[in-house]
Antibody, heavy 119, light 110 residues
Framework: EVQLVESGGGLVKPGGSLRLSCAAS????????MNWVRQAPGTGLEWVSFISSSSNYIKYADSVKGRFTISRDNAKNSLYLQINSLRAEDTAVYYC????????????WGQGNLVAVSS | QSVLTQPPSVSGAPGQRVTISCTGT?????????VHWYQQYPGTAPKLLIF???NRPSGVPDRFSGSRSGTSASLAISGLQAEDEADYYC??????????FGGGTKLTVL
């Protein structure tokens, strides 16, 4: 069974930093591209970042470029998102998602991890 | 403002058929990129409902169907059931912006 389990969220002050982790199991992690998607309270889904299976291709949404860093450790079956210079508008539930191997659909999602930015 | 445009809400009575539209531009849906649909219940993670415009993952009832034409796509739900009340999102790829979502549509079963 495919499982994606996020951790590392919490309450952070504006300007602070946080590192989200996503532990993957039930599939060959190193073969799949991964993404982070977020959802601010009461709003829709926003794609945040993409990383290819071997980390040689990385992409960010304009809203987070320069502040967020996506990475992965295939030996540990883990995906990460380093979030710096946090702003109130970064408050959201962050989802780790697996990208299908035949399309850019997100075929599996983690349970979500809340990041709240407030002074 | 989302790159893909969806109606904020739709509604229908049990047993009816409803459709949710997803309108893009020439740099995403109109460029031939596939459209995918997700279903989300409050407080839970989204679930893939339709991928590659028309395909259903295993376990998704055939009451759900997708289509794409030009710069738009649609999700149709036939034989509406109370359990279909949820939020629905379309998603595609954009040649400039990478992965993009619609703003979401809240389906109310009357």
């Amino acid at each position: 069974e495919v499982q994606l389990v996020e951790s590392g969220g919490g309450l952070v002050k504006p300007g602070g930093s946080l590192r989200l982790s996503c532990a993957a199991s039930g599939f060959t992690f190193s073969r799949y591209s991964m993404n982070w998607v977020r959802q601010a309270p009461g709003t829709g889904l926003e794609w945040v970042s993409f990383i290819s299976s071997s980390s040689n291709y990385i992409k960010y949404a304009d809203s987070v470029k320069g502040r967020f860093t996506i990475s992965r450790d295939n030996a540990k079956n883990s995906l990460y998102l380093q979030i710096n210079s946090l702003r109130a508008e970064d408050t959201a539930v962050y989802y780790c998602t697996r990208e299908s191997d035949t399309s850019v659909a997100f075929d599996y999602w983690g349970q979500g991890n809340l990041v709240a930015v407030s002074s | 403002q989302s790159v893909l445009t969806q109606p904020p809400s739709v509604s229908g009575a049990p047993g009816q058929r409803v459709t949710i539209s997803c309108t893009g531009t020439g740099s995403n849906i109109g460029a031939g990129y596939e459209v995918h649909w997700y279903q989300q219940y409050p407080g839970t993670a989204p679930k893939l409902l339709i991928f590659g415009n028309i395909n259903r993952p295993s376990g998704v009832p055939d009451r759900f169907s997708g289509s794409r034409s030009g710069t738009s796509a649609s999700l149709a739900i036939s034989g509406l059931q109370a359990e279909d009340e949820a939020d629905y999102y379309c998603q595609s790829f954009d040649s400039s912006l990478s992965r993009v979502f619609g703003g979401g549509t809240k389906l109310t079963v009357l």
